[in-house]
């Protein structure tokens, strides 16, 4: 049975940082394209960042360039979400999925058949 399960998010002040969690069960990580979205109260999902199984390539949305990063942690089985320079506008449910899409740097919903329960992140003062 194929399951993601994420964790790490939490309350966070505004500059703060935190670090999110994917772990999979049921498959290889590195077989699938990792991808991390959000979803906002009374907003859509979107594409947050997402780590490539054909080469390892990580990509952004421009809303948290040079803020976030993806990374693979072998040793814990596991791609992470490092989040620094948080704002209140990062606020919302994170989820990580897997997939096999042609374009992951669009990080395209369609693309992405299992995923997780969802983490809360909060930033506030």
């Known amino acids: 049975q194929v399951q993601l399960v994420e964790s790490g998010g939490g309350l966070v002040q505004p500059g703060g940082s935190l670090r999110l969690s994917c772990a999979a069960s049921?498959?290889?990580?590195?077989?699938?394209?990792i991808g991390w979205f959000r979803q906002a109260p009374g907003k859509e999902r979107e594409g947050v960042s997402c780590?490539?199984?054909?080469?390892?390539?990580?990509y952004y949305a421009d809303s948290v360039k040079g803020r976030f990063t993806i990374s693979r942690d072998y040793a814990k089985n596991t791609v992470n979400l490092q989040m620094n320079s948080l704002k209140p506008e990062d606020t919302a449910i994170y989820y990580c999925?897997?997939?096999?899409?042609?374009?992951?740097?669009?990080?395209?919903?369609?693309?992405?058949?299992?995923w997780g329960q969802g983490t809360q992140v909060t930033v506030s003062s």
């Open positions: 999925a897997a997939g096999n899409g042609y374009y992951p740097w669009a990080m395209n919903e369609a693309d992405f058949g299992s």
């Open positions: 780590r490539s199984s054909k080469d390892g390539s990580t």
């Open positions: 049921g498959f290889i990580l590195d077989y699938y394209d």
